[in-house]
């Protein structure tokens, strides 16, 4: 994101740079095997039941949003990790076939930074908050001290020059400059954070099909701080108390990174469910961060459950 790597470049850390395909390695570097916890079959894994999730990881540069990118592929895409301030997501797409993607990609004019086959067994994608590429010089145990609540860790050794690529979950400024600066690699690095991560998955129109009231509410968070006003009032059920989603709330959205805490159902029925949700807003330009109790009440729309009140509660 453009002001966040504004932040990070005032403590030597440099700006985001262009990237290739990578060859994936476990969360220790080795190829991965189906022995390690990445809470199998929740709905957290890029894809349940699968240890390892085997896809494709495909960066779109153009600005397109989950919505637009689920809609050029045949492909289930379980995840997206949305950068809302700067035009760059991140797509884990349920098929190894690059080319095909490829192919597609070019067709739909989307503009890719790097687009890689991937077994992946690390943590779950949507804990993901930043993504970090540095060079290979340090050794893989070096950069898991530096990192060590990294959720992913591997080696990209197809773009002509090997890099680590890191992926860690919500952290503070410090610790992220000052892991790059244990390294020694703070002037050499890239760094690029994530606002949110899209959980919807792949339908045929604007609308988002939700069998789940948890999963209901992490889809409308994730579309109203990623700045996706249809799918955002496509969760707001029509007799409900909760105001449409506009376009200049969208704009606001963009100085804010998000991160859902925990969701929580507190009472479920046949039609009727109350999810509770803490988040923190953090202000992209300020650092400050904001903790917020969120109670919301939902009602079943021709089978999917959908928002039918908001309330803030005391954090």
């Known amino acids: ?120 067994n690390g943590g779950p994608v949507c804990d993901i908050q930043n993504w970090v590429q540095i060079p290979s010089e340090p050794s893989e145990s070096t950069v898991r001290e530096a990192f060590p609540n990294a959720i992913f860790v591997f080696l990209n050794t197809s773009s002509g020059e090997d890099t680590w690529e890191i992926y860690t979950p919500q952290v503070e400024r410090s610790e992220l400059v000052g892991g790059l600066e244990q390294l020694g690699v703070a002037s050499e690095s890239s760094v690029l954070g994530y606002s949110s991560c899209s959980t919807a998955e792949p339908t045929t129109s604007e609308s988002t099909v939700e069998t789940s009231p948890k999963e209901a509410v992490r889809s409308y968070l994730t579309a109203t701080f990623s700045g996706e006003v249809q799918a955002a009032n496509a969760l707001i059920h029509p007799d409900g108390n909760v105001s449409e989603y506009t376009e200049e709330a969208a704009e606001q959205s963009e100085d804010f990174n998000l991160t859902i805490k925990s969701l929580e159902i507190a009472e479920e029925s046949e039609d009727t469910a109350t999810v509770n949700a803490v988040i923190i807003n953090n202000n992209i330009e300020t650092g400050e961060e904001v903790r917020r109790s969120l109670v919301y009440q939902l009602r079943t729309d021709g089978g999917t459950w959908k928002i039918y009140n908001e309330k803030n509660e005391p954090a």
Not at 6 to 15: E, I, M, P, S
Not at 20 to 44: F, H
Not at 88 to 107: G, K, L, M, R, Y
């Open 1 to 120: 994101m453009y002001k966040r790597r504004q932040l990070l470049a005032t403590a030597g850390v440099a700006t985001i740079s262009g990237f290739a395909g990578c060859s994936s390695l476990g969360i220790n570097g080795e190829s991965p095997d189906s022995s390690g916890s990445s809470d199998e079959g929740t709905p957290e894994n890029p894809v349940a039941a699968a240890n390892p999730w085997l896809g494709t990881i495909a960066h779109f540069s153009d600005g397109s949003s989950p919505t637009e990118i689920r809609n050029v592929f045949n492909s289930d895409i379980p995840r997206i990790l949305v950068a809302s301030a700067t035009p760059q997501n991140t797509a884990f797409i349920s098929t190894e076939d690059v080319n095909t993607i490829e192919e597609s990609a070019q067709e739909a004019d989307l503009e890719t930074r790097g687009i890689m086959s991937v077994s992946w």
